[in-house]
C-alpha cells in the first residue's frame, strides 16, 4: 500500500514539473526573434569571412577574450567540436563595442586589423511584428542610440521618427541586440548574404 502510494506521489510530482516546463518550451514558438538571437553567436570582428579558414587559423589561445574591454568574447567548450576553444559573441548576452583590441592583438591571421567601419559580422535585422515601436506599443529607439556608427547602421524611418530600419552601414556588432528592451529579442545579427537588399532595412 505505501509502495502504491509513493508512486502515485512520484507520477504526480513529475507532472508538475512536466507542467512548469511547458511555458518555457512554448516560448521560443511565441518569439521566434529570442530563439533566433540565442542561436546568433558572432565571430569576434575582423574574422576571416570563411569559418573552416578562421577555425583553421586560430591557436585557441584566448589572448583576444583577454584583453576585451567589454568581455564580451566567450569560447566554445563542449558545443564546440572542431571548434573548440574558438572565440565567438553572444550579442544577447554581451555585444562588441568595436573597439579593435582583439584585432590588434591576435597573433595569427584568424582575426585582422579592419577599420570599424568595414567591420563584417553581419547586419541587424528587425522583426517588425514584434518591435514595440513598429506594432504600436510605445516608443523606443534604445537601437539607435547605442549603435556606434550612427546614422549609416540604424535609424528612424523617414516620415515617422520612432520606428527603427537598418542601413547598409550595419557591421554586425549587436550592441542593439544586447541593448533591446523586448524579452523576445526582435533584432538580431544575420549574415548579410541572408539580409535583405533594399537600401532602408528593417
Given at each position: 500500500?505505501?509502495?502504491?502510494?509513493?508512486?502515485?506521489?512520484?507520477?504526480?510530482?513529475?507532472?508538475?514539473?512536466?507542467?512548469?516546463?511547458?511555458?518555457?518550451?512554448?516560448?521560443?514558438?511565441?518569439?521566434?526573434?529570442?530563439?533566433?538571437?540565442?542561436?546568433?553567436?558572432?565571430?569576434?570582428?575582423?574574422?576571416?569571412?570563411?569559418?573552416?579558414?578562421?577555425?583553421?587559423?586560430?591557436?585557441?589561445?584566448?589572448?583576444?577574450?583577454?584583453?576585451?574591454?567589454?568581455?564580451?568574447?566567450?569560447?566554445?567548450?563542449?558545443?564546440?567540436?572542431?571548434?573548440?576553444n574558438t572565440p565567438f559573441i553572444d550579442a544577447a548576452e554581451k555585444?562588441?563595442?568595436?573597439?579593435?583590441?582583439?584585432?590588434?592583438?591576435?597573433?595569427?591571421?584568424?582575426?585582422?586589423?579592419?577599420?570599424?567601419?568595414?567591420?563584417?559580422?553581419?547586419?541587424?535585422?528587425?522583426?517588425?511584428?514584434?518591435?514595440?515601436?513598429?506594432?504600436?506599443?510605445?516608443?523606443?529607439?534604445?537601437?539607435?542610440?547605442?549603435?556606434?556608427?550612427?546614422?549609416?547602421?540604424?535609424?528612424?524611418?523617414?516620415?515617422?521618427?520612432y520606428q527603427p530600419i537598418v542601413r547598409q552601414g550595419?557591421?554586425?556588432?549587436?550592441?542593439?541586440?544586447?541593448?533591446?528592451?523586448?524579452?523576445?529579442?526582435?533584432?538580431?545579427?544575420?549574415?548579410?548574404?541572408?539580409?535583405?537588399?533594399?537600401?532602408?532595412?528593417?
Open positions: 500500500m505505501k509502495r502504491r502510494r509513493l508512486l502515485k506521489d512520484i507520477v504526480a510530482g513529475v507532472a508538475m514539473v512536466s507542467a512548469g516546463a511547458v511555458p518555457y518550451a512554448v516560448s521560443p514558438l511565441l518569439a521566434p526573434g529570442q530563439a533566433a538571437a540565442k542561436r546568433n553567436y558572432l565571430r569576434p570582428p575582423g574574422a576571416l569571412e570563411d569559418d573552416a579558414a578562421f577555425v583553421a587559423a586560430c591557436i585557441g589561445c584566448g589572448l583576444c577574450g583577454e584583453v576585451c574591454p567589454p568581455r564580451c568574447i566567450r569560447f566554445h567548450r563542449r558545443d564546440g567540436g572542431a571548434k573548440v555585444a562588441c563595442t568595436l573597439c579593435g583590441k582583439c584585432m590588434e592583438f591576435c597573433p595569427t591571421t584568424a582575426l585582422g586589423i579592419v577599420p570599424r567601419d568595414q567591420v563584417d559580422m553581419g547586419i541587424a535585422e528587425i522583426d517588425r511584428d514584434a518591435c514595440y515601436p513598429w506594432v504600436d506599443r510605445g516608443v523606443c529607439g534604445a537601437c539607435v542610440s547605442i549603435c556606434p556608427l550612427g546614422k549609416s547602421a540604424i535609424g528612424y524611418k523617414m516620415w515617422n521618427q550595419c557591421v554586425g556588432c549587436g550592441l542593439c541586440v544586447e541593448i533591446c528592451p523586448h524579452p523576445s529579442k526582435p533584432i538580431w545579427i544575420v549574415q548579410h548574404r541572408a539580409a535583405k537588399t533594399a537600401p532602408d532595412r528593417g
